[in-house]
């Protein structure tokens, strides 16, 4: 099945400077990811998400970029905030089965 | 968007009891009912995945026979903990996607979790 690694585990940010989480995939037929945020005992919500047929996608502070040769995939936040402090999930989906989702990053925006 | 909703938010039990979640599409069908575990510090592990009127599939390690999931109706998915023990505390997140050619067909939507300790 598909692997999703992400790195790193824990990223802390100047307010105001750029965050980058990466994550890195093994199934070759994976065509969608998302990025969720999910604040402590909350549900995850998707922030952003790109398609396999995408290298870049951007809204507001927030970007993705995907390297399908690579098989990596990356968040940039920009001109962090405190608010954007959370644990930030990647996930993959081959065609139309299951998400496989990262071990998480956990983001601290330091004021 | 697409809104999923859980029921209990939290619950505490005594161990050996069972508990029944339950996660409800309010605005979709939901074609596809996910239901994940997460413990601490940890990332979403995928239990079972049941499709309407189907018998769900299982995760590898996952037992069936103790975490029971039905999925009766398009709105509405059951996960049924049996015989609870204190391992099996954590926080139980469903998720839900709807059919192909619908809005809900291309993301999967979450519910907003339940807190469950045995005692």
């Known amino acids: 099945g598909e692997n999703v690694e992400q790195h790193p585990s824990t990223l802390s940010v100047q307010e105001g400077d750029s965050a980058v989480i990466k994550c890195t995939y093994s199934?070759?037929?994976?065509?969608?990811f998302p990025w969720y945020k999910q604040e402590l005992g909350k549900r995850p919500q998707l922030i952003i998400d790109i398609r396999s047929n995408v290298g870049e996608k951007k809204d507001q502070r927030i970007a993705v970029t995907l390297n399908k040769t690579a098989k990596h995939f990356s968040l940039h936040i920009t001109e962090t905030q405190p608010e954007d402090s959370a644990v930030y999930f990647c996930?993959?989906?081959?065609?139309?089965?299951?998400?496989?989702f990262g071990a998480g990053t956990t983001v601290t925006v330091r004021a | 968007g697409a809104v999923v909703s859980q029921h209990p938010s939290w619950v505490i039990c005594k161990s050996g009891t069972s508990v029944k979640i339950e996660c409800r599409s309010l605005?979709?069908?939901?074609?596809?009912m996910f239901w994940y575990r997460q413990f601490p510090k940890q990332s979403l592990m995928l239990m079972a995945t049941?499709?309407?009127?189907?018998?769900?599939?299982?995760e590898q390690g996952v037992e069936k026979d103790k975490f029971l999931i039905n999925h009766a109706s398009l709105t509405l998915s059951t996960l049924t903990v049996t015989s609870a023990h204190p391992e099996d505390s954590s926080f139980y997140i469903c998720?839900?996607?709807?059919?192909?050619?619908?809005?809900?067909?291309?993301?999967?939507?979450f519910g907003p979790g339940t807190r469950l300790t045995v005692l």
């Open positions: 998720s839900a996607r709807g059919g192909a050619r619908t809005f809900s067909y291309n993301e999967q939507f």
């Open positions: 605005d979709f069908q939901a074609t596809t």
């Open positions: 996930a993959a989906r081959p065609g139309d089965y299951k998400l496989s």
């Open positions: 199934d070759s037929a994976s065509n969608y």
């Open positions: 049941s499709n309407e009127g189907s018998k769900a599939t299982y």
